[in-house]
């Protein structure tokens, strides 16, 4: 079965240390998105990709980026952790953005202290 | 904005109950989509209703869509202490970014 994995699942990193969540679908499909979420904030777009090559920057995307050289990844590099970066991270990838169903991964619970 | 807004942000009721949640927004939409997300969890995409749809069920769940006044409800009949999660709502829209909005805290009491 297609399924979209997050990894780690939970990660403990020092300030200022650099840390990649990985982010793995295999519905081959083209868009692509990571969230955070935490609390009183729901879940807050960081960056998207509608295909290889492409990335764009969501509403939160000050410290963070990502990488799209095939279909299947998408991962999310924190370039010098903070502790306002401590959170629950998700991906999620659809075939045509919000006009098709979305599948999430479980999160990956980041705490940077 | 491309967000739908979920009202209210928090509703308890008792199993057995009914419980009704509501989406409101303010572009032109494609489509209209429900997500569950239990504590901890990832989100589980519920249903999605097309622009020339006005009702779809599934199971215990009743989605209406109002084009004209820009809202939609989801109904969950005959809930269960599983309900408990929370729901979003997602406008699809010609643009591609999935955008939530805060969300709907259902807490079913058994």
């Known amino acids: 079965d297609a399924e979209i994995t997050q990894s780690p699942r939970h990660k403990i990193t020092e300030t200022g240390r650099q840390v990649t969540l990985a982010c793995h679908q295999t519905w081959n499909h083209n868009n692509m998105f990571w969230y955070r979420q935490d609390l009183g904030h729901g879940l807050r777009l960081i960056h998207y990709?509608?295909?290889?090559?492409?990335?764009n920057k969501g509403e939160v995307s000050d410290g963070y980026s990502v990488s799209r050289s095939n279909t299947e990844d998408l991962p999310l590099t924190l370039e010098s952790a903070a502790s306002s970066q401590t959170s629950v991270y998700f991906c999620a990838s659809s075939a045509r953005g919000a006009r098709t169903e979305a599948f999430f991964g479980q999160g990956t619970r980041l705490t940077v202290v | 904005s491309q967000q739908g807004e979920e009202d209210p942000q928090a509703l308890s009721i008792q199993e057995g109950e009914n419980a009704t949640m509501n989406c409101s927004y303010k572009t032109s939409i494609n489509n209209l989509q429900w997500y569950r997300q239990n504590s901890g969890r990832g989100l589980v995409h519920l249903i999605l209703i097309r622009s020339n749809e006005r009702e779809k069920h599934s199971g215990r769940l009743r989605v209406t869509l109002d084009t004209s006044k820009k809202s939609s409800s989801l109904l969950i009949t005959a809930s269960r202490a599983a309900d408990t999660a929370s729901y979003f709502c997602v406008v699809g829209t010609s643009y591609d970014k999935v955008i939530f909005g805060p969300g709907t805290s259902l807490s079913v009491i058994p």
């Open positions: 990709s509608y295909g290889v090559q492409d990335t």
